[in-house]
């Protein structure tokens, strides 16, 4: 789940940059009560939805998700307060299930190794969240997807990561009010 770089020889784009593009792309398949949520303040609640344990496991799963790397992590971006205060205040009942169902999945298949999810090294939570992916393949629902949605979410409309990562430029390029026609390509909309 972690490393950044490209493929051998340099070309081609890096994980994280792959991962900006398919957010972006996929704004549009996301429900909009979580768009309209993402678009709040991502101030953690007071309250906190996830027990404890359920909390670690969403945390260090987030965090491998997206790890740091010379950008901030899931962590530093504030995605597993995100991803509680969402569960909690926004998702249907059937996500939240979802949600619980993946949770719950990642504990046992990290049980199964021997301990923790939260405690294991990052090598070991790598190739539970990979096993728990691969058995979901196909399934539908897969609540996998909906844990690595909210990530993916919660990571981009985080204030670190819009500062810090993401490119903005409100008003591309200098404005001149007075071009002629033919050097933008005879488009008046331009």
Same mark, same amino acid.
């Given at each position: 789940?972690?490393?950044?770089?490209?493929?051998? @020889? !340099?070309? =081609?784009?890096?994980?994280?940059?792959?991962?900006?593009?398919?957010?972006? $792309?996929?704004?549009?398949? $996301? *429900?909009?009560?979580?768009?309209?949520? %993402?678009?709040?303040?991502? %101030?953690?609640?007071?309250?906190?939805?996830?027990? %404890? +344990?359920? /909390? &670690?496991?969403?945390? &260090? &799963?987030a965090e491998r998700i997206l790890p740091r790397t010379d950008t901030p992590g899931a962590i530093?971006? @504030?995605?597993?307060?995100?991803?509680?205060?969402?569960?909690?205040?926004?998702?249907?009942?059937?996500?939240?299930?979802?949600?619980?169902?993946?949770?719950?999945?990642?504990?046992?298949?990290?049980?199964?190794?021997?301990? *923790?999810?939260?405690? $294991?090294?990052?090598?070991?939570?790598?190739?539970?969240?990979?096993?728990? +992916?691969?058995?979901?393949? =196909?399934?539908?629902?897969?609540?996998?997807?909906?844990?690595?949605? +909210?990530?993916?979410? !919660?990571?981009?409309?985080?204030?670190? #990561? /819009?500062?810090? #990562? $993401?490119?903005?430029?409100?008003?591309? /390029? +200098?404005?001149?009010?007075?071009?002629?026609?033919?050097? #933008? /390509?005879?488009?008046?909309?331009?």
């Amino acid at each position: 789940m972690s490393g950044d770089a490209g493929p051998a @020889g !340099g070309s =081609g784009i890096s994980r994280r940059e792959a991962i900006r593009r398919a957010a972006l $792309l996929a704004g549009v398949a $996301l *429900s909009p009560e979580w768009l309209s949520f %993402a678009a709040q303040s991502q %101030a953690p609640a007071a309250k906190t939805y996830l027990t %404890a +344990a359920q /909390g &670690a496991i969403v945390s &260090a &799963a987030a965090e491998r998700i997206l790890p740091r790397t010379d950008t901030p992590g899931a962590i530093d971006a @504030g995605v597993p307060a995100f991803i509680d205060r969402m569960y909690g205040e926004v998702m249907t009942p059937v996500e939240q299930k979802l949600l619980i169902a993946v949770v719950d999945e990642i504990d046992a298949a990290a049980k199964a190794q021997g301990g *923790s999810f939260a405690a $294991l090294p990052a090598a070991q939570q790598d190739a539970v969240l990979r096993g728990v +992916a691969a058995a979901q393949q =196909g399934r539908q629902p897969a609540s996998f997807e909906l844990l690595r949605q +909210a990530t993916i979410l !919660g990571y981009f409309t985080s204030e670190p #990561v /819009g500062k810090n #990562v $993401l490119h903005y430029d409100p008003v591309p /390029g +200098a404005y001149d009010g007075c071009v002629p026609i033919d050097q #933008v /390509g005879r488009r008046n909309w331009t």
